[in-house]
Structures are given as structure tokens and as C-alpha cells.
């Protein structure tokens, strides 16, 4: 497994456990596609049968399926990359010059024809999940500047046409509402053009022949890139469909100077014919094993709820101290810590401690969270910057802006010029300057406002990102033991990008735990359940929501809460301790285990997920309203080892059952009345 390669017949394979994906380089020098699927043993199978021009209609360079097409010549299709050489010329005629195989990664030289400009198509393969990382580098080995107008970070073909695209749409207060169309004819757009947040689409696609949770096709990618993104779905009038991945080109040009590179952000890519719940799986198996740090992550309270901008150290603690009688293992102070941050119209960019707030300075909160025996964490949003700060005043030229414009502002804030070497040591210095001086465990990084105005540089949308990325590396290398939470305005930066260095995501700001059911399940299709913050809180969007469904909803994920608990009664205090205390107990299964959509066999509003491991499973039972019928749901439990027995209890009922009968005939489960719920846990005993 891994790379296999024809040198003779400059033929191309990468295989992982199930799948094969194949490529090579044909008669007319290009580099063609020829297959990605189910596994195919031997790679001398694989033909490169010589095109011919079909007419002149028909250019040979629009018939190749190109594994990564550029922009050049009689090519009216998509096209991953085009340059504007110094001359004028917007034409790329590239040759295959060899390639490159370590262990890790295959690489492939192309080289125009003409011009010192080099690219290289990189390949990593995962093979235990299936996956192949792609994308591409850029040289220019020549003596004048070439400028990248597009680059896309590959570009897969797929054999149907009738395909089925699930993707997510949205707003602030609405992340992640999942929606599925069907391909037809024309060509598919997701795109994000804000620079930072990414509300409205996420950049990952999942198209399904005819596929449902346990049996299909699917084919689905995600690209580890915040901010501006593209991803471009194209049904082809020769057959099958292409799917390319990358920078959005929208504003966007890099030049490239003379002997410089430039490496695009990653794509990843994964095929299975077992269906979604197999995708899911393959997709928080590569998180876990490849991405994420070990360990459980801690159970959270965050004061914004209880506080908003008025926090004061002595309320600070009462609030602490609630917490740990609760089970809480972290507590975070969020905004208005700092500055004059009384509002959201001052403070951001002045990062000292407001001393009317915290007289001697955040210590004795810290020192009264650690003596509980818990973390501490603290909120930052570094990128923005306040229009009456002290920072601004002396340093009006940090931020993004045009000479000859009114400086945009949005929630009273300015966006920094991150692409500045002095202001990412000012972010860097600051973030040193709080870990150095303070005990602090987490921090949760927010950013609430897009990108405007970014000035005469067309390399903006992705620089800012990439000085962010190499901001939080740093302070990840200085501090391993650092967890830094991914915010904007809620799911705004919920990437694989960013999980680069960063341990959690800020799902949504919406923390209605009914509303959050919807955005949890789309969220779930690829992205870790380690990494997805789910809090308790008093919000709601409908009538009144039972405590018990609320933490239900956010034990679905990494269980925070967020309530002004100074107000609870000694019940929901003592209703908590309890539900904080079940979630300890099967966190590790949630978090690390097998995360299943389960479709239970009823007439009624059931919601259903399942999580297991090799021992144990959890059963999340949701009835957001009984209907009409008042009937229960049939539920058939997925991921258990058939031979073995499981015992859990069912109405106060203690019962054994094989894993063959769990899994074949199911439970029956009966709820009754409004946002109703309930827990069931599985264990191996023989």
C-alpha cells in the first residue's frame, strides 16, 4: 500500500486499505486521470488510451479529464492554476519532468514549456482511513515576477454525473443547516469571500451516488483553509464530474518573486462505498490519530452569560466557586476583562488589565480557580483593534484601510493588518505577555467582524490567515500545554486549518439546545466530536427547554456551560453535579469513540445518536415534541461486537442482550411529552 509506480509507462497509483487512485501521464504529455475507487489490485490494469479530437468543438484539451488542469490553450473547462507572466502572456503549457517518492509523500514535477515557472502536485496518503491529502507548490525560477491570479489545491474526477451534494449553509446564530441537491446540469459554487468568518458556507462537499448512512458511495473532501475558500463542483459534458478545492481567486493575486514558492493550502479528500456514517468515521479517525492532542478534553465554564462585559474580580470567583460545586474543571473569564471594555465599543487593542475592574490584576481570581483545583481560561480577540484604543492612536496605519476612504467599521471595530511583521510580534507579544505573567490553561481566540478594505496588496485574504496560523504555532511551541479555542462569532472558523493548532471549535452562538441538535448533526459529518464546544446555557428560542435536555444536547460534544448558575436553585444546582458527573463518565467514549446517525423506525420526532468504542456504547434519545400517534421508536444500535453480551438499563430495567440482537432487532424506546430525553449506556460483559 501506499505509492506504486510504472516508471516505464509513467503510470501513477496510490493505494490505501480500501481504495486505489490513479493517474498518468499520456500521449500528449498531460497528466491524466484515469481512477479513483473501490481497491484495484494491480496497477498494470490500468490502460492510458490515446485521445483523439472528436472536432473542433471538441478541443483534446477539454476532452482530458487533467488531474490538475491549468489555464492555457483550448481549455474552456475549470482550471486549478493560472499565472500572468512579466511579457503579458496568461498561458501555461506545462511538461512532465519526473517525479519525487519519500515515505510520506509522492511528488510530481511539471514545468512550462517557455517560462522558468514550476509547479509540483504533492500526495499523502493515509491509508488505515482511506484519505489522500493533495496539493500543489508554485516556483518561480526565473529573473521577473509572476503573478497567480488562480490556485486551486487539486482537483479529483468523479465517474457520475447523478450525484447528490450535501454541503451546510448559514448565518451567524444559523452555522451549519445542512442542505442536499442534486447536481443536474451547470456548475456549483460554494464560496466564502469574508476573510475570516465562514457562517454563511464551510469549505467541505460530500457527493453520494445513491447513498444513505450505512451503504453507497460517497465522495467528500474538506480543505484546511479559514477565511476566503472555493470549492467548485462541475458536472462535464464529456461525462463524470470534477471538483476543485482552494483559494478563492476572488481579489485575490500573489506574486511570486523571483526564486520564491509558494505552497497552497492542503485538500482532503476520501471515497468509501459503506455510505456516510463510514465517511464520518474515516473523518474523525484522521483527526484523532493525526491532528488532535490526547487526552479528554475539560469540562468548561465560561461567565459571558452571567456577566457580559461586567465582570469584577469578587463576582468572578462566587462564580467559580459555583462552578466547582457543580464538577466544572475549567473555568473562563471571557471579554471585558481588559482596557476600557465596558461595551463593545472600546478596550480592543489595549490589552492590559482593567484595574477598576481587577485592582491587583488577574491573580487573585486565578489563584482562588487554581486553589478549586481547576484551569483557568481567558478571552482574546487579537485581530481587532477599537477606534478610541490607545493602540489605534499609535499605530493608525496597523489596520487595514485605503487612503482615500472612510475606514470601515462593523460591531465598532477595525480589522488589523496581521500581514505586518510588527503587528504579529504585537499579537505574538501579548499573548507571551498573558501566559508569561499569568497561570493560564485555555485561551478562546474570537474574531466577530470580516475583512474590508485591505489595501493596495491582493494577497491579503491569505496572508492575514496564514500570519494567524504561524501566530498560534508559535504560542503553541512555546506553550504545548496550551488549549486554544477556534471562535468567530460563533462557527465562523470551524476548519481543518485550523486545527492545526488549534484543540477546540466555538460551534455556534446559538446555544438553544434544540437548535443546536441541527447544527451538531451537520457539524458532524467531518469534523472531530473532540473538538466541538457544547455549552449549557439560559438561552432559548422557544418555550422552556428542561435543564436535563439542555446538557443532554451539549453532551452530545466536548460539554461546557455558560448559565448565570448565581441564579440556580439548590435543584438545578444538584441536577447539574449530577449530569456534569455522567458526562465524566462517558466522555472518553464520546470524545474518542465511533460517532453514529442513527435513523430509528418510528413515526414520531425521534433524534437519535449513538457513540461507542470496543467496550462500551452511549445512546442519545431526543423528542423535541411528541406528535399526534404518541408512539415510541424501534432504534438499532450500531458498532457492537456481535458474539458479545451488553447489559444497560431500559425503564429502571436491568438488561443483557447480545450485540447480534442490539444491532438486528434493536430497543424499543418510549418518550413522552415536549423536549424530552434520555441517556442509555452499553457495556461488554462477556
Given amino acids: 500500500m501506499g505509492f506504486l509506480i510504472d516508471e516505464k509507462r509513467q503510470l501513477f497509483g496510490l493505494e490505501t486499505n480500501k481504495t486505489t487512485y490513479a493517474f498518468a501521464v499520456d500521449n500528449m504529455g498531460l497528466l491524466r486521470h484515469l481512477y479513483w475507487g473501490p481497491k484495484v489490485n494491480n496497477l498494470e490494469d490500468f490502460d492510458v488510451p490515446a485521445l483523439a ?115 451546510s449553509h448559514g448565518r451567524w446564530l444559523a452555522e451549519f443547516q445542512e442542505f442536499k441537491q442534486p447536481l443536474g446540469q451547470g456548475k456549483i459554487v460554494l464560496e466564502n469571500r469574508r476573510g475570516i468568518s465562514t457562517h454563511h458556507h464551510n469549505p467541505f462537499f460530500v457527493l453520494d451516488h445513491q447513498a444513505s448512512e450505512t451503504n453507497g458511495e460517497v465522495y467528500f473532501g474538506v480543505l484546511k483553509l479559514s477565511g476566503n475558500f472555493q470549492t467548485i463542483i462541475e458536472p462535464r459534458p464529456y461525462g463524470g464530474t470534477l471538483v476543485q478545492m482552494g483559494i478563492s481567486s476572488h481579489d485575490c493575486v500573489i506574486s511570486l518573486q523571483p526564486g520564491e514558492e509558494f505552497m497552497a493550502p492542503s485538500m482532503l479528500v476520501g471515497y468509501t462505498n459503506s455510505g456516510f456514517e463510514a465517511m464520518t468515521h474515516a473523518m474523525n479517525d484522521f483527526a484523532k490519530q493525526h491532528v ?128 505586518l511583521p510588527e503587528v504579529q510580534e504585537f499579537i505574538f507579544n501579548m499573548i507571551d505577555d498573558l501566559l508569561a505573567n499569568y497561570e493560564i490553561d485555555y485561551i478562546k481566540w474570537d474574531a466577530n467582524r470580516p475583512i474590508s478594505q485591505t489595501g493596495i496588496s491582493r494577497d491579503m485574504w491569505y496572508r492575514h490567515i496564514e500570519a494567524v496560523y504561524d501566530i498560534a504555532r508559535r504560542v503553541k511551541e512555546k506553550y504545548p500545554n496550551l488549549l486554544l479555542e477556534a471562535c468567530a462569532s460563533g462557527g465562523g472558523r470551524v476548519d481543518y486549518g485550523m486545527l492545526d493548532s488549534f484543540d477546540d471549535f466555538w460551534t455556534s452562538d446559538n446555544t438553544d439546545a434544540y437548535d443546536r441538535l441541527t447544527i451538531q448533526r451537520t457539524y458532524s459529518y467531518v469534523y472531530p466530536i473532540k473538538a466541538m464546544r457544547a455549552w449549557v446555557t439560559d438561552a432559548n428560542n422557544r418555550s422552556t427547554i428542561p435543564l436535563t435536555f439542555k446538557f443532554h444536547s451539549a453532551m452530545m460534544g466536548t460539554l461546557g456551560m455558560g448559565c448565570n448558575i448565581l441564579k440556580f436553585t439548590e435543584e438545578e444546582m444538584e441536577l447539574s453535579r449530577q449530569l456534569i458527573e455522567e458526562y465524566k463518565e462517558i466522555r472518553h467514549i464520546i470524545q474518542d469513540g465511533d460517532f453514529y446517525r442513527l435513523n430509528p423506525i418510528t413515526s414520531n420526532n425521534y433524534q437519535v445518536y449513538e457513540y461507542a468504542n470496543e467496550d462500551e456504547a452511549v445512546l442519545f434519545v431526543f423528542l423535541p415534541q411528541t406528535q399526534i400517534s404518541r408512539l415510541g421508536a424501534c432504534i438499532k444500535i450500531r458498532g457492537l461486537d456481535a458474539d458479545a453480551r451488553y447489559e444497560f438499563n431500559l425503564s429502571d430495567d436491568l438488561i443483557i442482550k447480545s450485540g447480534s440482537y442490539l444491532m438486528n432487532h434493536g430497543i424499543q424506546v418510549k418518550l413522552s411529552g415536549d423536549y424530552a430525553s434520555t441517556i442509555i449506556k452499553f457495556k461488554k460483559i462477556a
Fill in 292 to 419: 488532535l492532542r490526547d487526552g479528554v478534553r475539560p469540562v468548561l465554564y465560561n461567565s459571558w452569560e452571567a456577566t457580559e462585559f461586567d465582570v469584577h474580580c469578587d463576582e468572578q470567583i462566587a462564580l467559580a466557586k459555583k462552578a466547582k460545586e457543580m464538577g466544572v474543571e475549567l473555568f473562563v473569564i471571557d471579554d471585558g476583562w481588559f482596557g476600557q471594555r465596558h461595551s463593545d465599543a472600546d478596550g480592543l487593542g489595549d490589552w492590559y488589565v482593567n484595574t477598576d475592574k481587577f485592582p491587583e490584576g488577574l491573580t487573585p481570581l486565578i489563584s482562588a480557580v487554581k486553589e478549586m483545583g481547576m484551569m483557568f481560561g481567558i478571552w482574546i480577540e487579537p485581530e481587532m483593534v477599537n477606534p478610541p484604543t490607545q493602540l489605534l492612536k499609535d499605530h493608525p496605519d496597523w489596520i487595514y484601510h485605503f487612503e482615500n476612504r472612510m475606514n470601515d467599521t462593523s460591531r465598532n471595530q477595525m480589522v488589523l493588518n496581521v500581514t
Fill in 53 to 167: 479530437e472528436m472536432s473542433s468543438n471538441d478541443p483534446i484539451l477539454d476532452l482530458t479529464d487533467e488531474e490538475y488542469p491549468v489555464f492555457g490553450g483550448m481549455r474552456y473547462k475549470e482550471h486549478c492554476l493560472k499565472v500572468n507572466f512579466a511579457d503579458g502572456t496568461r498561458d501555461i503549457e506545462y511538461r512532465y519532468v519526473g517525479y519525487t517518492q519519500t515515505e510520506e509523500t509522492l511528488v510530481i514535477h511539471l514545468k512550462d514549456a517557455h517560462y522558468e515557472f514550476e509547479f509540483d502536485l504533492h500526495y499523502k496518503v493515509y491509508e488505515v482511513q482511506d484519505l489522500i491529502e493533495r496539493t500543489v507548490s508554485v516556483r518561480n525560477t526565473g529573473n521577473d515576477i509572476i503573478e497567480i491570479e488562480k490556485v486551486h489545491s487539486g482537483q479529483i474526477h468523479l465517474p457520475y454525473q447523478d450525484l447528490t451534494l450535501t454541503s
